[in-house]
């Protein structure tokens, strides 16, 4: 399958603080990356979906202002949590979409955010 | 919007018995995607269904692509410790504003007593 990266894979700060997700699809090009988040025994909730060049649109309840996506380059795409607070706290994981097809859709690895 | 049903919530069952779960949706799906999420990790794609109907195999996993487009099955074989896990289905749309959306159901928590 394709492969995803994301970094960092874990991380913990105090409130208040912002924090970067970036996630690399390293052997395919991505125009949309979907960002999902899932909370403990829970399952993923798709967050917001961002297309190369384009600003994100996001699903309802998500803050726009609070989750910053950039979709900068069709192999990185970064989530800034900013202002983070201990509800924040959740595993992070991106989806690319490979360019031209739905054949298949492959998760990163996600990002453990631990906000004190 | 739209939402799926998967069940069981968990199953304990004993190393080299079948599993099944399912998924059911309020509304039609293109495609169907399964899944099994490790702890601390992100989903691996187990098998992905493309057509109403459609009967797909991967090793000692099967699933099946319900008539109506609005359920999927999951059937794994002779299961193994390794099967530990969480089991999640996705159904996805083809276009519209939804493209490449997934919506996954809420999970199956999988126990393999050796």
Redesign the interface.
Known sequence: GAVVSQHPSRVICKSGTSVKIECRSLDFQATTMFWYRQFPKQSLMLMATSNEGSKATYEQGVEKDKFLINHASLTLSTLTVTSAHPEDSSFYICSPLLAGGLDTQYFGPGTRLTVL | GQQLNQSPQSMFIQEGEDVSMNCTSSSIFN?W?W?KQDP??????LI?L?KAGELTSNGRLTAQFGITRKDSFLNISASIPSDVGIY?CAG?V?GGTS?????????TILTVHP
């Open positions: 495609t995607l899944y601390g990790e992100g989903p691996v794609l992905a493309y999640f996805r083809a493209y490449g959306k997934l919506t996954f159901g809420q999970g």
